[in-house]
């Protein structure tokens, strides 16, 4: 059973920058995984920033941005704000029509 | 603008079915893959089940593979998840979620509201 890990939860200054990264228990991300990334504030629906590795979301400020940095995708924030602080999930295509979520990252802003 | 209005949910035996629904609008609704995600209290968020745009395959998590069954109307734009043989265990929130583009692995742009899903004696 392959697992898609993110790191529990990180933490960022207001106006720094922030990478937040998304591996898989076994192997390599890459573009075949067609790597996504969602925020969500606790009792609202995901929003999303990310698809298709790299490219953002109707609406999404440039200040985020996805990528593959090393052997895992990666999303990065820049010039970080208060209301940027959420959970952050990743999740990858398997192949198949199967996508499984990573755990989440709670980002914290201070 | 594209909306997505999630309905259905409520609370549940064990061992009960119920049916979600998922009405959606402005975006020619058989040009994409929908699914399903849930989010258990407190948890994480957890993908579910896909369909194509045609409707014509389908998939699931192996969570619920044998017990849901996903499908759409195109012609009423309305994506639906059958939910049979419930367990606690499936109590969570559920939202449909829009394919990003026409292709199907791009992964998910627009979301539902989310339903609440109960199950409990």
């Known amino acids: 059973q392959t697992v898609v890990t993110q790191e529990p939860s990180f933490s960022v200054s207001p106006g720094g920058t922030v990478t937040l990264t998304c591996g898989l228990s076994?192997?390599?991300?890459?573009?075949?995984?067609?790597p996504s990334w969602y925020q969500q504030t606790p009792g609202q629906a995901p929003r999303t920033l990310i698809y298709?590795?790299?490219t953002r979301s109707s609406g999404v400020p440039d200040r985020f941005s996805g990528s593959i940095l090393g052997n895992k995708a990666a999303l990065t924030i820049t010039g970080a704000q208060a209301d940027d602080e959420s959970d952050y999930y990743c999740?990858?295509?398997?192949?198949?029509?199967?996508?499984?979520f990573g755990g989440g990252t709670k980002l914290t802003v201070l | 603008e594209v909306q997505l209005l999630d309905s259905g949910g409520g609370l549940v035996q064990p061992g009960g079915s119920l049916r979600l629904s998922c009405a959606a609008s402005g975006f020619t609704f058989s040009n994409y893959a929908m699914n399903w995600v849930r989010q258990a209290p407190g948890k994480g968020l957890e993908w579910v089940s896909a369909i194509s745009g045609s409707g014509g395959s389908t998939y699931y998590a192996d969570s619920v593979k044998g017990r849901f069954t996903i499908s759409r109307d195109n012609s009423k734009n309305t994506l639906y998840l059958q939910m049979n043989s419930l367990r606690v265990e499936d109590t969570a929130v559920y939202y449909c979620?829009?394919?990003?583009?026409?292709?199907?692995?791009?992964?998910?742009?627009?979301w539902g509201q989310g339903t609440l899903v109960t199950v409990s004696s």
């Open positions: 979620a829009k394919g990003a583009t026409t292709r199907p692995r791009e992964g998910f742009d627009y």
């Open positions: 999740v990858l295509y398997m192949g198949n029509g199967i996508w499984v």
């Open positions: 298709s590795t790299n």
């Open positions: 076994s192997g390599s991300v890459s573009t075949s995984y067609y």
